[in-house]
């Protein structure tokens, strides 16, 4: 057989089911829940409301996030399908690898490598803005040296750093105690956020909504291409229930759990965004949103500077939480390399009473400690978007494929509505996004995807277990 044959050889659910058979069932939908809210409702709603309103859509923000959150549900309940016929480890990547083929699933996965690598420390960063802004409005200053990286000033981001480690150790002690602190902080997250939607609205000034569409952001198809824009660098905010396929394998009664998961974290966030634009844009206009804490500086813009710490303090919340899952899904990820043997085996070990994948978990913390800490993300960050666009497209997708599969049995379980259409609509519209990023992005996703299918032909297809079988 040749090299490409035995690259697009399709893996078997029950292998997969079999390796993690290892990992605890221990998660149910209102975790399932609270895990999605917390990676969806994190530096999504905390940042990029701000910047995304300055830069390409004004006021129109809100319509973006609403777009964008429509696209996910779409997504989601691909995600949803593929997660009830397949209760395994792995997300996008194990289903690309039954559907499509090894090197696809290993594309997917390693698209998805690079979406929560950076995502876990873009957050961090902004955890650290978020930090650092309040203490300055408290009038308690910060040494630039200890809060950036030598790229950017400083010598090291230490409240990143600080952050991943705290996170890192409370999932070391096992599952059940991060569903605990998850479930906690996600209610105090969602608290806070009513606070600011709630309390803003008194604060609305009805001129800064005029104009809603700015003319400077309109170009292109449908004169939209300040939305278009908007729309395709908000995908990074509803990674949340990507990542929630990632934990499959350890939950109680994946075939419907998953999907209740999956489709409540989109509607919650839908809602929590738009409102969340239209308030921020109506309390300040928006070409003084583009600021790395826009929902403290709204309120400081008002002189409510005790609001303002207030919800800085929920606004760091909420990054903890989208940290933890991240980092959750991302060790989830690269044990699920070592189970199949695309990495090295010991990657892909379970250990300990709390059956964690500890050195997959290790490996994820540290690599996201170091970037957090050192390396500057401003020019890498709107890879995430091209990461979980990408993957959006190939699971839409690949739903046509699964439903031809007569070994996947999914009677009983969720299934995408309006089969055929959806799926496809969810595939073209996820494609169309992807084109809609910049030039740059998709050149340096280029140069990614190239290293990795290097280091699939090089070490992956050679001590891959479906081909040695």
Not at 37 to 53: S, Y
Not at 68 to 80: C, E, K, P, T, V
Request: aromatic share 12%.
């Amino acid at each position: 057989m040749g090299i490409i044959a035995r690259s697009f050889r399709k893996d078997s659910v029950l292998k997969f089911s079999h390796a993690d058979s290892h990992l605890k069932r221990v998660l149910n939908t209102r975790d399932l829940t609270a895990l999605g809210i917390g990676t969806v409702i994190g530096t999504g709603i905390f940042i990029l409301p701000g910047t995304e309103a300055a830069q390409h859509a004004g006021p129109a923000v809100a319509i973006a996030f609403l777009l964008a959150a429509i696209i996910s549900g779409i997504s989601g309940m691909a995600y949803s399908e593929f997660a009830s016929a397949m209760p395994v480890a792995g997300s996008a990547y194990s289903y690309g690898s039954v559907v499509y083929g090894q090197v696809i699933g290993w594309f997917l996965g390693w698209s998805l490598i690079l979406e929560y690598f950076l995502a876990t420390s873009a957050i961090s960063v902004g955890f650290s803005s978020y930090l650092t802004g309040l203490l300055q409005t408290n009038h308690l200053g910060v040494s630039k040296a200890i809060t950036a990286g030598p790229f950017e000033g400083g010598i090291v981001n230490l409240p990143a750093i600080i952050l991943l480690a705290v996170i890192l150790s409370i999932q070391i002690i096992g599952l059940s105690t991060t569903r605990w602190v998850e479930n906690i902080f996600v209610a105090i997250k969602l608290a806070i956020l009513a606070l600011f939607i709630i309390v803003g609205i008194f604060f609305i000034k009805p001129s800064n909504f005029s104009p809603f569409y700015p003319k400077e952001f309109r170009s292109g198809l449908f004169g939209l291409s300040g939305i278009w824009a908007a729309t395709s660098g908000i995908f990074f905010a509803f990674l949340g229930f990507d990542t929630l396929a990632a934990h499959t394998a350890e939950v109680k009664h994946p075939k419907t759990q998953m999907a209740r998961g999956i489709i409540n974290t989109v509607i919650v966030s839908a809602v929590l965004y738009t409102l969340f634009g239209i308030v921020l844009t109506g309390m300040v206009n928006y070409r003084n949103l583009n600021v790395s804490d826009p929902a403290s500086f709204a309120f400081a813009f008002v002189h409510q500077n005790g609001l303002a710490s207030i919800i800085g303090i929920g606004s760091m919340i909420g990054m903890f939480t989208g940290v933890l899952a991240l980092v959750f899904a991302s060790s989830r990820l690269i044990y699920s390399f070592g189970r199949d043997g695309l990495l090295p085996s010991f990657i892909g070990k379970v250990s300990g009473k709390q059956r964690v994948p500890l050195n997959a978990l290790l490996i994820a913390g540290v690599i996201e400690i170091i970037i957090s800490g050192f390396i500057p993300l401003s020019e890498l960050a709107s890879l995430i978007n091209a990461g979980t666009l990408t993957a959006f497209a190939f699971v839409n997708f690949g739903i046509l494929l699964l439903r031809r599969r007569r070994d996947i049995k999914n009677d009983d379980g969720f299934k995408m509505p309006l089969f055929p259409v959806l799926p496809i609509i969810g595939g073209l519209t996820s494609v169309f996004f992807v084109s809609q990023l910049e030039t740059r992005t998709l050149i340096l996703f280029g140069i990614w995807t190239i290293i990795g299918l290097f280091i699939y032909y090089t070490y992956g297809i050679r001590h891959s277990s479906l081909q040695k079988e």
